[in-house]
T-cell receptor, first 107, second 120 residues
């Protein structure tokens, strides 16, 4: 199975900050990497698919990059509604696997 | 508007069975792979199973293979997860999700989730 490792597991940031979350795959997955946002008690929401494509309706302050084994989710200017947990997910092979999550908290 | 609504959650004894349903609307259900993802209390997301548009291909995570069965009824826009021989570690919120296009892909719409509690 492909292991997905996110870092950090949590971070504290202020409104307006630039935030970067990384995701590393245990083997090369081309660009088959997706990012989700999950707020407490809610279902996950797709933000970025295929490493860098912005899902329809998602604000442009969210961006993704990377290929192979190393990927990044960036929030260019953190907004109050962005405090949540973020997960990466590889869609390269079965079993599909998720990272452990990064919780973004208010500083 | 795409909507996915799960039903069938609840409390079940270890070794018991339960069937989850997911009703889809707002999209052509028969044109998309569908997926089940679960989340144990306070934990991360775990892919459980997926099923091809016509039901001819099904895949499972190792921990549920042989105990869970995914199926669908395209005429009723419905997805199912039959869960047998349930274990305490199967306790989780189960989400159904719509695949965004190809066989292995992102999940662009999710249901609200159904809580399954396996406990004596």
């Amino acid at each position: 199975d492909i292991q997905m490792t996110q870092s950090p597991s949590s971070l504290s940031a202020s409104v307006g900050d630039r935030v970067t979350i990384t995701c590393r795959a245990s083997q090369r997955i081309s660009s088959y990497l997706n990012w989700y946002q999950q707020k407490l008690g809610k279902a996950p929401k797709l933000l970025i698919y295929d490493a860098s494509s912005l899902q329809s309706g998602v604000p442009s302050r969210f961006s993704g990059s990377g290929s192979g084994t190393d990927f990044t989710l960036t929030i260019s200017s953190l907004q109050p509604e962005d405090f949540a947990t973020y997960y990466c997910q590889q869609s390269y092979t079965i079993p599909l696997t998720f990272g452990g999550g990064t919780k973004v908290e208010i500083k | 508007e795409v909507q996915l609504v799960e039903s069938g959650g609840g409390l079940v004894l270890p070794g018991g069975s339960l069937r989850l349903s997911c009703s889809g609307s707002g999209f052509t259900f028969s044109s998309y792979w569908m997926t089940w993802v679960r989340q144990a209390p306070g934990k991360g997301l775990e892919w459980v199973a997926n099923i091809k548009k016509d039901g001819s291909e099904k895949y499972y995570v190792d921990s549920v293979r042989g105990r869970f069965t995914v199926s669908r009824d395209n005429a009723k826009n419905s997805l199912f997860l039959q869960m047998n021989s349930l274990r305490v570690e199967d306790t989780a919120v189960y989400y159904c999700a719509k695949d965004s296009g190809r066989k292995l892909t992102a999940f662009d719409y999710w249901g609200q989730g159904a809580l399954i509690t396996v406990s004596s």
